[in-house]
């Protein structure tokens, strides 16, 4: 009788829900080629919700409908990056731009200027520019992405797991990682906020501060990397405790 009643409850979140999953689908679908499937994306989605489902704790604090929709496209994400269509090279030029700003901005002591990154790594503005495009047309642009992945932060941080070191190192950078948006120069900041928390896609965000789609596309990218490098020192920190 239990298992039948479980059973019903777990049908009726699943449709209550299902707009949600579609909704997650088409604001990432914004950000990604064509080779990318729609009803791909729903359904490990849909698998997102099932394992919400499963783990949900309301005792957590957190509604369902948060905790779905990061486990939602977290599924998501992980879906991507199994079919990974990024060529290697674009993964690694992505890094040592990331580790350029991160030497200018700690040589300069404020935000690295494009110009200034570039002249760094020994190119020009333009062939700086196309790296910054051809990683964000690669990735989907999410916070999470900073924390997944071939050359994410810290790998799994999204899962739901109740050992207490991991759950301590979540956190941690949790708060490492608001504090460095907080401290992205303003565009940026802007962007992120308008991207993942109006959930408004690249379109829209370049109606809003009247650029192009395109100079979205590197804006947001620029962030990304821009945290990557402020979050470096972070990392290497908990690595270092991790050895000791």
Known sequence: ????????????????????????AYHLMGRLPDTVQLDDLIQSGMLGLLEA??????????SFETYAGIRIRGAML????????????????????????????????????????????????????????????????????????????IEGVHATTEEPEELLVKQNFQKALAN??????????????LYYDEELNLREIGKVLDVSESRVSQICSHAMLRLRARLADWLEGKDNERKS
Request: aromatic share 4%; glycine share 6%.
């Open 1 to 24: 009788m239990y298992a039948a009643v479980q059973a019903n409850t777990t049908n009726d979140l699943v449709v209550q829900h299902a707009p949600l999953v579609k909704r997650i």
């Open 53 to 62: 489902i499963k783990h949900y704790d309301a005792g957590q604090g957190a």
């Open 78 to 153: 992980d879906e991507l990056r199994r079919s990974d269509w990024t060529p290697r090279s674009v993964h690694k030029k992505a890094r040592m731009v990331a580790e350029a700003i991160r030497e200018v901005e700690n040589k300069l002591g404020r935000d690295a200027r494009d110009s200034e990154v570039a002249t760094h790594m020994g190119i020009g503005i333009e062939e700086y520019n196309h790296i910054l495009q051809d990683s964000v047309s690669c990735k989907t642009f999410s916070v999470e992405e900073l924390v997944q992945g071939e050359d994410g932060l």
């Open 180 to 193: 460095a948006i907080a401290e992205l120069p303003e565009r940026e900041r802007l962007v992120i906020s």
